[in-house]
């Protein structure tokens, strides 16, 4: 395996203990909030800007190794097409080149909402958590994730011998 591949496994492990804390986090906080409701008539007031910050948090930290990974949702209408002429990578390596590239128009219009909700001075109601920090959050992963796509889609396309698992 190459020093890079090994790179790249290591670094995707902090994203997923990210998304793994968070969805505890959530399980939990909802498990309290639907007993405090239920037996005490006392929800947890701040329950549901912390579910959708949690939620946030628990998607974007994992897109990055979803889109590397090619697990994303996909329809196999044309595999057979491209399987009989043998173009199954070159149409993978194409389409995470274009994705990723496409990914740019999301990555500037967070930032700005981001940068407008900092200038603003934005904030949640309850906790009063900068909204601009869950922005800048998904700015970055989507940014990472753009970046990985068009990697992954350059390595499928010139170097696919790269993405080969080694036997032993």
């Given amino acids: 395996m190459s020093p890079l591949l090994k790179l790249a496994r290591s670094a995707s492990i902090l994203p997923v203990v990210v998304a793994c804390i968070a969805l505890f986090i959530l399980m939990i906080m909802t498990f309290a909030d639907v007993i405090l409701r239920s037996m005490f008539n006392s929800p947890i007031e701040a329950a549901t800007e912390l579910t959708r910050i949690l939620m946030a948090v628990?998607?974007?930290?994992?897109?990055?190794i979803i889109s590397v990974q090619n697990g994303?949702?996909?329809?196999?209408?044309?595999?057979?097409?491209?399987?009989?002429?043998?173009?199954?990578?070159?149409r993978d390596g194409l389409l995470n080149v274009i994705c990723g590239a496409l990914l740019y128009w999301p990555?500037?219009?967070?930032?700005?909402l981001a940068e407008r909700a900092r200038d603003y001075g934005d904030v949640t109601e309850y906790l009063a958590i900068p909204v601009f920090y869950v922005g800048?959050?998904?700015t970055l992963t989507v940014a990472i994730s753009a970046i990985a796509m068009i990697?992954?889609?350059l390595i499928l396309l010139f170097a696919p011998n790269l993405l080969a698992e080694p036997t032993q």
């Fill in 151 to 153: 990697i992954n889609g």
């Fill in 107 to 112: 990555v500037q219009r967070v930032w700005i």
């Fill in 58 to 64: 628990l998607v974007f930290s994992v897109l990055p």
């Fill in 72 to 90: 994303h949702i996909a329809v196999d209408l044309t595999d057979g097409l491209f399987n009989r002429f043998r173009l199954s990578r070159l």
């Fill in 136 to 138: 800048w959050f998904i």
